[in-house]
T-cell receptor, first 118, second 119 residues
């Protein structure tokens, strides 16, 4: 079974600054994807960024980038030029894509509440 | 193309009543996942269904909970004899057909959730 751990319950950052959210995971699977989801006060789950485990290059989506350390099983999210609209709960998630009984379902961390201050 | 739809958005039940949560996947999607989010926690997988089949129900409580995804109509998550501990947000996600035997990724598109409150 997979586990995903987010050790920062809350983080805050000033507008336009950079913030990094931490995530570690544990798995015996070799083929998997990692994700960061954003959940604003509306509670809608929004996919922020995706990383394929077989890719060495870190994923980037505009102001969002990840630092994927496969050997350390670490997957942090960096938000640059933080905006007020980035205020939300952020979840790290794992998906096995290599087959087997755990295929396809998402395993989420506990979440980190990020507050961006003006 | 409408997104994943869930109804009702809010549902209030008294202890002992039944709760029925509905999920209409995106057009063309034949896979549905249900997740539960307890207050101040992350989402927890409950069940994975295809049309007329339960593929993985490892996250479903053994009693009172059931799910179906019929050939026609929405997926239904049913909770019988609700208790206060069932109060949570229930999210449905859908994805297109998964190719078996090929490492492929099918993004799960989430609905807005149903918030169940048990009095």
């Amino acid at each position: 079974a997979q586990t995903v751990t987010q050790s920062q319950p809350e983080m805050s950052v000033q507008e336009a600054e950079t913030v990094t959210l931490s995530c570690t995971y544990d798995t015996s699977e070799s083929n998997y994807y990692l994700f960061w989801y954003k959940q604003p006060p509306s509670r809608q789950m929004i996919l922020v960024i995706r990383q394929e485990a077989y890719k060495q290059q870190n994923a980037t989506e505009n102001r969002f980038s990840v630092n994927f350390q496969k050997a350390a099983k670490s997957f942090s999210l960096k938000i640059s030029d933080s905006q007020l609209g980035d205020t939300a709960m952020y979840f790290c998630a794992f998906m096995n894509v290599g087959g087997g009984t755990s295929y396809g379902k998402l395993t989420f961390g506990q979440g980190t509440i990020l507050t961006v201050h003006p | 193309n409408a997104g994943v739809m869930q109804n009702p958005r809010h549902l209030v039940r008294r202890r002992g009543q039944e709760a029925r949560l509905r999920c209409s996947p995106m057009k063309g999607h034949s896979h549905v996942y249900w997740y539960r989010q307890l207050p101040e926690e992350g989402l927890k997988f409950m069940v994975y269904l295809q049309k007329e089949n339960i593929i993985d129900e490892s996250g479903m409580p053994k009693e009172r909970f059931s799910a179906e995804f019929p050939k026609e109509g929405p997926s239904i998550l049913r909770i019988q004899q609700v208790v206060r501990g069932d109060s949570a947000a229930y999210f449905c996600a859908s994805s297109p057909r998964i190719l078996a035997g090929v490492e492929t990724y099918n993004e799960q598109f989430f609905g807005p959730g149903t918030r169940l409150t048990v009095l």
